[in-house]
C-alpha cells in the first residue's frame, strides 16, 4: 500500500509554516522533539477552554469530566504498552523524572552498599546520572556493559559484568546518539536470571517501534510524551505493580495520601502514590491524543517509512568523502543518524545547515561518555520520522555538500 | 557564488568592514570568516589547559592573555577553538582587541561591531553567549589592567 507522506504531514501546522525568512523546514531533529498533529493541539486547547479544572479533587461538572479525560488517557498509554493495569502508569514529568523516581523511590530502599548497579557508554545523561548519584550516596558500584566497535552491546562479554551482585541494569531500548537498537529481551531474560531488576529507557524508542512490557518482560519503563508527538512537560513511569507497591513515595505532598495525621501519613496506592502535587493535566490529556495519532498510522508503515529515508540517508551521506556515521549498520537501528565531517566542527556544520532551513542537532547529545568512547568533542544528529520526506533527506545531503564547499574541502 | 580566493589577510579593522560590506550572501560571508580563521596561528599545545578554556562555548575555546610591563600597558591575546567558524570571529575578536591598551579595550564597543558585521542575526543564541564569554574574559583582564 502506497504511503502518502503528505497526508500526514497535513495533520502538522508546523510543517507548512515557513522559517522567518521564506525558506521551508526542514525539521530533522526528532529525537530532541517531536512536531505536534492537529488532534494533540486541539487536545489541548479542548481541556483549557472546555473542561479545565484539577484533577481528582472536588464533584464538580468540569472536576468529573477532567478526571475522566486524565484516565482515559491513562488506560490508553496503558494499552499502548501492553501493560495490565492502568495502575501501573504514572505521569511523570517525562524519562528523566521518571528515571530519578527509580532512582530515588526504589533505589534508596533497595540498594545496599556493595551491590552494582550496571549500565553501558551509550547511555543519555538521564539514565546515567541519577544512577551515579546513588551508587554515592548507597555505597553501591557502577559496571559497564561493553560496547562493539560498532556501538552496539557486546553481549558476549555480559556474564564479565552481570553478577550475583547487580541489583539493576539501566538501559536505553535505542540510543539517541548511535541509533542502536538494543536486545532487551536478551538483557532482560538475563538480567531476571541473576535477579536484577531492568528499568528500560524507552524515550527514543517509543516513537519508533512498538512495546510490549510483557514481551520481553521488563520492570521499569521510562518514556516522555514531547518525542512521541505528544507536549512537553509530560512523560510516563510503567512500573510492574508488585515492585510500585513496595516502593516509598519521592515527592511528598497532596494527591499522593490516603490519611494525613498532624505528625504522619498514610500513602496511597500507586499512581497517586508518585503523584503528588497538581500533574501536567492539559498535557497528560493531550498525550492520550498523541497515542491516537500513531495508532492511526500503524508501526508498520512507521516502520517501512523510517527504514526508507534511513536506507536513502545512509547510502548518500555515506558518499560524502570524510563523512562518518557513527553507530552500527541499518538493521541495528532506528532513524537516528549521527555523524561527523573531516574539517567541519560539528557545530558549525549544524550552523551551516541551518542557514539552508535544514535542523539538525550538533553537541555531545547528553551523552558525554559516549563521545568521550567515540573520540569525538561533538557529532550532528539528523533524526528522522513519519512525517520526513526523501525530498528532506536530499535536502540534508545537498546542504552537507554546500557546507564542504564553504568550508573550502572540495 | 562562493569566491574561489577571497583575499582573508585583513590588518585592522576598517578593512574587515570593508572587505565585508562587498560581501552579499550568507554563504560567502560564512566563507570569509572561515578563512579568516585560517590565518589564526594556532596556540603552542602547553597553554591548551582546562584553565584557558572560555567556559559557555559550545565548542572548545582556549584563550591566552599576557599583559606588558610598558606604561600603559598593552594587552596581547591569543586564542584557538576546534571549530572553524569559532575560530573566525576569534579572529575578529584578536582584531578589535589585541595590541590594545586596558582603557581602549574597554571603550570598544563591540556588540556595535559584531551588528554592523550582521553576525548576531545570524549566530545562534548559544554562539553568542561563547562569543560575549570570550569578551567578558578580555574585558575583565583589561579591568585588572587598569
Known sequence: MPFDVEAIRSQFPILSRPLPDGRPLIY??????????RRVIDKLVEVLEQYNANVHRGIHTLGSRVTEELENSRERLQRFIGATAPEEVIFTSGTTASINLVAQAWGRKFIK??????????????????WQQLAQERGATLKFIPLTADGRLDMERLDGVLTAKTKLVAVTAMSNVLGTINPIGELAERAHAK???????????VPQRPIDVHNPVIDFLAFSGHKM??????????????????????????????????????FGDAPAKFEAGTAPIAEAIALGAAVDFIESIGWEAFHTHEQALMTRAWNQLREIPGLKIFGPGLKHRGAILSFTADGMHANDLAEILDQQ?????PGHHCTMPLHDWLQVPATARASFTIYN?????????????????????? | MLSENTMTTCSSLDELLETFDLLDSWEERYQFLIDLGREVPPLPPEDITEEN???????????????????????ELAAQSDAQVVKGLVAVLLLAYSGHTPEEILAFDIKDLFNKLG????????????????????????????
Do not use: Y
Open chain 1, 229 to 266: 508527538f505528544g507536549p512537553t512537560g509530560v512523560g510516563v513511569l510503567w512500573g510492574r505493580k508488585e515492585l510500585l507497591q513496595e516502593m516509598d513515595p519521592f515527592l511528598a505532598g497532596g494527591n499522593m495520601i490516603r490519611r494525613v495525621w498532624k505528625t504522619h501519613s498514610d
Open chain 2, 53 to 75: 578554556r572560555v567556559q559557555g562555548c559550545q565548542s572548545n575555546v582556549w584563550l591566552t592573555t599576557h599583559v606588558t610591563d610598558s606604561v600603559p600597558p598593552i594587552i
Open chain 1, 357 to 361: 532551513g535544514v535542523a539538525v542537532r
Open chain 1, 389 to 410: 520526506t526523501v525530498g528532506e533527506v536530499d535536502a540534508l545531503c545537498a546542504a552537507v555538500q554546500k557546507a564542504r564547499k564553504i568550508f573550502r574541502l572540495e
Open chain 2, 119 to 146: 553576525f548576531t542575526k545570524h549566530l545562534s543564541r548559544s554562539r553568542s553567549n561563547g562569543l560575549f564569554a570570550m569578551v567578558q574574559r578580555v574585558q575583565n583582564v583589561a579591568r585588572e589592567a587598569l
Open chain 1, 113 to 130: 552498599p556493595g551491590d552494582e548497579l550496571l549500565l553501558n557508554e551509550m547511555e543519555h545523561h538521564a539514565n546515567l546520572v541519577p
Open chain 1, 28 to 37: 530533522l531533529d526528532n529525537a530532541a522533539t517531536a512536531q505536534k498533529p
Open chain 1, 195 to 205: 535477579g536484577a531488576v531492568i528499568l528500560v529507557d524507552g524515550a527514543q524508542i
